[in-house]
């Protein structure tokens, strides 16, 4: 069980631009989530999949996010036209109902800066 | 909504104190209940959890046991160590949740632990 992994760990990217994260969950986890974490404060939920279908998405998630599944493993979360408010980490995670009692294991975060 | 409250910090406490942080919680059905704690630069480790009334959860010498009556999840270490220090989020996951999801995790906002040798 290598746990959930994410790429990259920081990002420093300037207003405007786009970035992407990618994210691999533990192997035999069909449910991947993404969570957004501002310093102070505790995760906040953005979005969820089951295999490839993304099943929920949270307010937070405006337009100019997108997240993909596309085989129902790794997940990327693309944020366009990147703001300062997105600063945050993004923390992604992954369980499974038949695992670990659906516990949900996440990965380290990938730190965003937009300066 | 679900929301979950906690003890502001930060905790401040030397090596081998007994520790408490308080977490109570908002849910309208029943919920699990979790802390999780992350260390200064890393990502969230489940700490221990438990998943219905009474159940105890602990783990690495840390315990918290559901109260569904005071809507209660209360982190208790009875002796902490300086690789303690860390941030710790208590959380909740509806069990009606998302499509079965098992719900997403809502979370305090954490409470900060220093242990000084």
């Known amino acids: 069980d290598t746990g959930v992994s994410q790429d990259p760990r920081h990002k420093i990217t300037k207003r405007g631009q786009n970035v992407t994260f990618r994210c691999d969950p533990i192997?035999?986890?069909?449910?991947l989530y993404w969570y957004r974490q501002t310093l102070g404060q505790g995760p906040e939920f953005l979005t969820y999949?089951?295999?490839?279908?993304?099943?929920?998405k949270s307010r937070l998630l405006s337009d100019r996010f997108s997240a993909e599944r596309p085989k129902g493993s790794f997940s990327t979360l693309e944020i366009q036209r990147t703001e300062q408010g997105d600063s945050a980490m993004y923390l992604c995670?992954?369980?499974?109902?038949?695992?670990?009692?659906?516990?949900?294991?996440f990965g380290e975060g990938s730190w965003l800066t937009v300066v | 909504g679900d929301s979950v409250t906690q003890m502001e910090g930060p905790v401040t406490l030397s090596e081998e104190a007994f520790l408490t942080i308080n977490c109570t919680y908002t849910?309208?059905?029943?919920?699990?209940l979790f802390w999780y704690v992350q260390y200064p630069g890393e990502g969230l480790q489940l700490l221990l959890k438990a998943t219905k009334a009474d159940d105890k959860g602990s783990n690495k010498g840390f315990e918290a046991t559901y109260r569904k009556e005071t809507t209660s999840f209360h982190l208790e270490k009875g002796s902490v160590q300086v690789s303690d220090s860390a941030v710790y989020f208590c959380?909740?996951?509806?069990?009606?949740?998302?499509?079965?999801?098992?719900?997403?995790?809502?979370f305090g906002k954490g409470t900060k632990l220093s242990v000084k040798p």
């Open positions: 849910a309208t059905g029943y919920p699990s």
């Open positions: 959380a909740l996951s509806d069990r009606r949740g998302l499509r079965g999801s098992q719900g997403n995790l809502i």
């Open positions: 192997s035999e986890h069909n449910r």
């Open positions: 999949f089951q295999n490839e279908a993304q099943l929920e």
């Open positions: 995670a992954s369980s499974s109902p038949t695992v670990s009692g659906n516990t949900i294991y």
